[in-house]
């Protein structure tokens, strides 16, 4: 029996693979056996037919930021003059938008802004709940990491003075790889992936749940993907904080890395083996807003059980040349033409 079946006799019997095994299948398996390997996962986690999503904003709240990340084209430096800060009333409208759409939650995110202080902060987050009722799901672990440096805060205390605020959850962003050579390389000024990682320990011990997310496609190898998912369920083994993992592909269109653009076959592997491989991460979420909707429906078959959100608005993406856009109607559309059953959901996963 060769390497790759005694790996597919582990899946079959829902034992863990580790991280060679992981590799050796991702290397070795062809398109379609992980497919259906990853197929039978999603049913072994979710044995409904149902396929669920978001309604919700994602809402830059700045975009000047001080990380100059290579792989960006969303940000402004602070001395170019050319960035912004979102005003009350533009929030304010945006939220109320969002909520007469049926939102039920904003993705609230920005730069690493170096003349903010926690103040704004705590500020931003009172407007927000004394104005309306939405989950705030909110700043990701760099800024999350950046606020507290900037204010001497340890991280717990930084992440407890937000939630009172009224931060519900976080979302993964700024993972991108948690391989610190890569990371010095891409994003040399953000937190190291140590850092990311005590951000989110911080937080599901605070009781605030998150996501995780993965950005490939640009100068990692596959060895990094593994090991970027392995230190996600070792934490997620500790403290069982994450809701769901979302992989997603770098654009590098408008950026500062020349790389040609991941296939679609090539995000599906990925996406495929990070099901077989996150046996203590209920959801994987399909990325339609860099893979667009027919990939994206695709990805249902390949271990995804999760729609993610309608986006009402996305700038970061867009920046970079990609601006698949899909109202709420087009994606249940999508879910139920590819035989599944939408549902809307919370932050949490909860059926609405």
């Given amino acids: 029996m060769d390497k790759s079946n005694i790996i597919i006799e582990k899946l079959n019997n829902h034992q863990r693979i580790d991280v060679n095994e992981g590799l050796t299948l991702f290397r070795q398996a062809d398109f379609l056996t992980l497919a259906g390997l990853a197929n039978q996962k999603?049913?072994?986690?979710?044995?409904?037919?149902?396929?669920?999503?978001?309604?919700?904003?994602?809402?830059?709240?700045?975009?000047?930021?001080?990380?100059?990340?290579?792989?960006?084209?969303?940000?402004?430096?602070?001395?170019?003059?050319?960035?912004?800060?979102?005003?009350?009333?533009?929030?304010?409208?945006?939220?109320?938008?969002?909520?007469?759409?049926?939102?039920?939650?904003?993705?609230?995110?920005?730069?690493?802004?170096?003349?903010?202080?926690?103040?704004?902060?705590?500020?931003?987050?009172?407007?927000?709940?004394?104005?309306?009722?939405?989950?705030?799901?909110?700043?990701?672990?760099?800024?999350?990491?950046?606020?507290?440096?900037?204010?001497?805060?340890?991280?717990?205390?930084?992440?407890?003075?937000?939630?009172?605020?009224?931060?519900?959850?976080?979302?993964?962003?700024?993972?991108?790889?948690?391989?610190?050579?890569?990371?010095?390389?891409?994003?040399?000024?953000?937190?190291?992936?140590?850092?990311?990682?005590?951000?989110?320990?911080?937080?599901?011990?605070?009781?605030?749940?998150?996501?995780?997310?993965?950005m490939f496609g640009h100068i990692e190898k596959d060895v990094h993907i593994f090991e970027h998912m392995d230190k996600l369920r070792r934490l997620q083994d500790e403290t069982h904080g994450f809701t769901a993992f979302i992989p997603w592909t770098f654009q590098p269109d408008n950026t500062r890395v020349a790389v040609k653009k991941k296939t679609a076959v090539e995000y599906l592997r990925v996406l495929a083996a990070s099901r077989l491989f996150f046996d203590n991460i209920d959801n994987i979420q399909a990325s339609w807003v860099t893979q667009g909707d027919k990939i994206a429906q695709t990805a249902l078959f390949f271990g995804a059980n999760d729609m993610g959100s309608t986006m009402i608005e996305e700038n970061v993406v867009a920046s970079a040349g990609v601006d698949f856009m899909l109202s709420r109607e087009e994606l249940t559309r999508l879910i139920q033409r590819a035989g599944f059953e939408p549902r809307q959901r919370d932050c949490y996963y909860h059926l609405l």
């Fill in 42 to 214: 999603r049913f072994y986690h979710h044995p409904d037919k149902i396929v669920t999503y978001v309604v919700d904003r994602n809402i830059n709240y700045t975009n000047i930021c001080a990380s100059g990340c290579r792989f960006c084209a969303f940000f402004e430096r602070p001395d170019k003059g050319k960035g912004y800060i979102i005003s009350k009333q533009d929030l304010f409208d945006k939220i109320q938008e969002t909520l007469n759409l049926g939102g039920t939650q904003i993705l609230l995110q920005g730069g690493m802004h170096p003349d903010l202080e926690i103040d704004y902060y705590i500020d931003l987050l009172t407007f927000i709940k004394e104005n309306f009722d939405i989950h705030i799901h909110g700043f990701s672990p760099p800024e999350i990491d950046f606020i507290a440096k900037k204010s001497c805060f340890s991280i717990e205390k930084t992440l407890s003075i937000l939630k009172a605020a009224g931060l519900s959850t976080i979302p993964g962003g700024g993972a991108e790889i948690l391989c610190d050579d890569i990371r010095k390389k891409v994003s040399p000024n953000k937190c190291t992936s140590q850092e990311w990682l005590e951000v989110m320990r911080q937080a599901h011990l605070q009781g605030i749940r998150s996501s995780a997310t993965m």
